[in-house]
């Protein structure tokens, strides 16, 4: 089946630093991802959708300057959140469409759990 | 715009018996509708989904879901639950565009007991 994985699967840092997550799919090639938000016991919020080769379009409300994404290649995006702050501690969760196949087709990686002190 | 709701944050229930988990939208256009099941520790997957064609439609697990156009639900149904089935459960709703994207529902929580 599609896989689609994430890297780190957990990361602490500092307040003030960037943290880089990584978001593959392993089997197939992903014209198309999306980067999500989870806080606890609430449900995904759509962060932005990432083309490769351009510029990923942000949902409203969200700082693109502050979460950076970069979709350089058909299997991998990744999201940079800058400057990180306490209250950008939360679940990170990717999803990839599959070039060949159709648009209602999400497949989802592990998330990232991202805890800034 | 569109939004799902999903009412029950946590349904209990026992082993063996049967389970409806609710979900109602709202949209001014065609939908697609989707159920997710998220385990511990673990990403999201498909349970079932709804593009077109025949109301009812059968997902893993044993789980089928009910399109209801006039009455905006896509609920989602399971005769006989087992304790593995404990999981959080999300409704989402995708615009059917050419990006697709999922607005999911708050989610709700399976919890099988023996």
């Known amino acids: 089946g599609a896989v689609v994985s994430q890297h780190p699967s957990w990361v602490i840092c500092k307040s003030g630093t960037s943290v880089k997550i990584e978001c593959r799919s392993l089997?197939?090639?992903?014209?198309?991802m999306f980067w999500y938000r989870q806080f606890p016991k609430q449900s995904l919020m759509l962060m932005a959708t990432?083309?490769?080769?351009?510029?990923?379009?942000?949902e409203q409300g969200v700082e693109k300057d502050k979460f950076l994404i970069n979709h350089a290649s058909l299997t991998l995006s990744t999201l940079t959140v800058t400057s990180a702050h306490p209250e950008d501690s939360s679940f990170y969760i990717c999803?990839?469409?599959?070039?060949?196949?159709?648009?209602?087709?999400?497949?989802f990686g592990p998330g990232t759990r991202l805890t800034v002190l | 715009a569109q939004s799902v709701t999903q009412l029950d944050s946590q349904v209990p229930v026992f082993e063996e018996a049967p389970v409806e988990l609710r979900c109602n939208y709202s949209s001014s256009v065609s939908v697609y509708l989707f159920w997710y099941v998220q385990y511990p520790n673990q990403g999201l997957q498909l349970l079932l989904k709804?593009?077109?064609?025949?109301?009812l439609v059968k997902g893993i697990n044993g789980f089928e879901a009910e399109f209801n156009k006039s009455q905006t639900s896509f609920h989602l149904r399971k005769p006989s639950v087992h304790i593995s089935d404990t999981a959080e459960y999300f409704c989402?709703?995708?615009?059917?565009?050419?990006?697709?994207?999922?607005?999911f529902g708050t989610g709700t929580l399976l919890a099988v007991q023996p």
């Open positions: 989402a709703v995708g615009d059917g565009g050419a990006t697709n994207k999922l607005i």
């Open positions: 709804y593009l077109s064609g025949s109301t």
């Open positions: 999803s990839a469409r599959p070039t060949a196949g159709g648009h209602d087709t999400q497949y």
């Open positions: 990432s083309n490769e080769g351009s510029k990923a379009t942000y």
């Open positions: 089997d197939f090639q992903a014209t198309t």
